[in-house]
């Protein structure tokens, strides 16, 4: 299936199931990551050579095996994953495929509120090169995301906003295009021209008058990859509206 695939990616998409610590088997879809979405992350990865990376909403950990298998196959790098829900709601099942998988080295796990871990990751000056945001997609957290991932993300560095369906999740897309120094680059994920279509003609009925995000709503894919181009130096009374 890819250079990005191991063993155990290949069985839950065939199969369509992931286990327990009690051999249940559980349909993951579709809360986990399609299989487009995490061959894209893996891609994204080894082609811009990103070495430490870090998600937001591990759940079944699809996207967390993607991406640390990414750095298995180029030899270097080091992912962390945050879940407040990872043992409550997913039944660790996250963490046992990162295990099955052989890839805990590559992981370092919190299981706690995002805008609890990436303040403290920003006061141990932490750096990153790529950050995957799919946590809560409220407006609000997921703007607190963004706030704190730029500030470990470094000149350079890349962001994928998943679930941009979303009307919350364009608006913080919006907002970062608009305000800050980023730069929105193309992925071709779907290729499918009639359910690109239905895509975008949803977002725009969903909220029709709505024109500062006409940039964000013509995104052809459920996710968008924006290139961080320099560090914030907006003056004190900037802004754009989004």
């Excluded at 303040?119 to 750096?127: D, H, I, M, S």
Aim: proline letters at 4%; glycine letters at 6%.
């Amino acid at each position: 299936m890819g250079v990005f695939m191991n063993s155990l990616l290949e069985h839950i998409y065939t199969t369509k199931r992931v286990e327990d610590s009690e051999g249940n088997l559980i349909d993951p879809f579709p809360a986990a990551t399609p299989l487009t979405i995490g061959m894209f992350l893996g891609e994204t990865i080894q082609k811009y050579h990103l070495k430490n990376t870090l998600e937001i909403g591990m759940a079944y950990g699809l996207s967390s095996l993607f991406i640390c298998q990414a750095h298995q196959n180029v030899g270097s790098g080091q992912h962390i994953a945050i879940d407040p829900f990872q043992f409550k709601k997913w039944k660790s099942i996250g963490l046992l495929n990162i295990k099955r998988a052989g890839l805990e080295q590559k992981l370092k796990f919190f299981e706690d509120g995002s805008e609890k871990i990436l303040p403290q990751l920003y006061l141990q000056n932490e750096k990153i090169d790529f950050a995957f945001i799919d946590g809560s997609h409220l407006f609000d957290y997921t703007l607190v995301e963004f706030f704190y991932l730029d500030r470990l993300l470094n000149v350079g560095g890349y962001i994928v906003f998943d679930d941009i369906w979303m009307p919350s999740i364009r608006k913080v897309v919006s907002f970062v295009l608009r305000n800050r120094k980023y730069e929105l680059i193309p992925v071709k994920i779907e290729k499918n021209f009639s359910i690109l279509l239905g895509r975008i003609t949803r977002r725009f009925l969903q909220n029709p008058f709505d024109i500062n995000d006409l940039k964000v709503k013509f995104i052809p894919d459920n996710v968008c990859l924006v290139k961080k181009i320099s560090d914030d130096k907006r003056q004190w009374n900037f802004h754009r509206s989004f």
